[in-house]
């Protein structure tokens, strides 16, 4: 990239939004920020972050707008349309929808960009808030090689960024990161609740396992949070079933057929329709839990 300042629009200061949005600022970027809840956008300030009056006012003049809503739906009401972002941006600037969005949406959102002479990249994410604050998120890009090359400054405050493919790729590689999340989060809570109901104390089973090949950072991270019964959401179980269940619909569009994935799927819609769904998506032990009562 050039070295003029450049002017980045972030769209949606939610729990991985505004961390994003603040080391952005700190990096020496000209950050404005946007959110439907103003109050989330106005914490920023601190970090010298201009907070905008609308989402039309905050893409104005931007060089690059970070979407970072909580799905596709939202995504495209906010983006696609009469009055949406694509149609206020500037020729040439370049939309990065970070947001974890269905591969369809991800395409089109990509060909309304593109009609508009507008740069478009689907590049969700997987670290969660912890990788958002400390800039070590992993970002799957789906999109122009040439236009994740030039954006690399920009995510390398970020975290690491991969090219997976043209559009649509960014969205299919983070369905397929939370069908393994999900899973191995539910495999924990089963082998902690094992342990738990077999006498074991599970805080010292987890320790016991730091190292072995049950390790990973899915097992350190939330496997902590369940031995604390620390549930509050980084990642919350409502957006794990969204988006468990968009990567089954996508299987079946292509004829496939997910088992382990299927099972997940459903106790994760359990969690939800028990009331859990704001929490973290660690919480699914408490599912297991009133599944096999004591």
């Excluded at 970027?29 to 439907?36: I, K, T």
């Excluded at 954006?151 to 690491?160: D, N, W």
């Excluded at 097992?219 to 369940?226: A, C, E, P, T």
Aim: glycine fraction near 12%; charged fraction near 20%; aromatic fraction near 4%.
């Amino acid at each position: 990239m050039s070295d003029t300042l450049i002017r980045i629009a972030v769209i949606g200061t939610g729990i991985m939004g505004a961390p994003m949005a603040g080391r952005l600022a700190d990096a020496g970027f000209a950050v404005s920020a946007w959110n439907r809840t103003s109050e989330k956008a106005e914490a920023l300030q601190q970090n010298g972050v201009a907070v905008a009056r609308n989402v039309c006012e905050v893409v104005a003049g931007a060089d690059v707008v970070i979407c970072m809503l909580s799905s596709g739906p939202v995504c495209e009401a906010v983006l696609v349309g009469t009055n949406g972002v694509i149609s206020t941006m500037q020729a040439g600037a370049t939309l990065v929808v970070m947001s974890s969005i269905p591969v369809e949406t991800a395409v089109v959102l990509a060909k309304a960009a593109s009609e508009r002479g507008i740069a478009c990249l689907d590049a969700p994410v997987s670290g969660g808030e912890k990788g958002a604050r400390e800039g070590t998120l992993a970002i799957m890009a789906g999109g122009d090689a040439v236009v994740v090359d030039r954006l690399r400054p920009i995510f390398a405050c970020l975290g690491r960024v991969t090219h997976v493919g043209p559009s649509g790729s960014g969205a299919l590689t983070k369905l397929a990161n939370q069908l393994i999340v999900a899973s191995t989060i539910c495999a924990v809570a089963e082998a902690l609740t094992l342990a738990e109901r077999g006498g074991a104390d599970p805080a010292r089973v987890r320790e016991a396992l730091l190292g072995g090949f049950a390790e990973s950072t899915v097992f350190r991270q939330h496997g902590l949070r369940m031995v604390e019964g620390n549930f509050e959401p980084g990642g919350p179980a409502k957006y794990q079933v969204k988006d468990t269940s968009t990567a089954l619909g996508f299987a079946r569009s292509r004829g496939l057929t997910l088992p382990v994935s299927e099972e997940v799927d459903r106790l994760f819609q359990a969690m939800v329709d028990n009331g859990d769904g704001d929490l973290d998506h660690s919480g699914i032990i408490r599912e297991l839990q009133r599944m096999n009562p004591k």
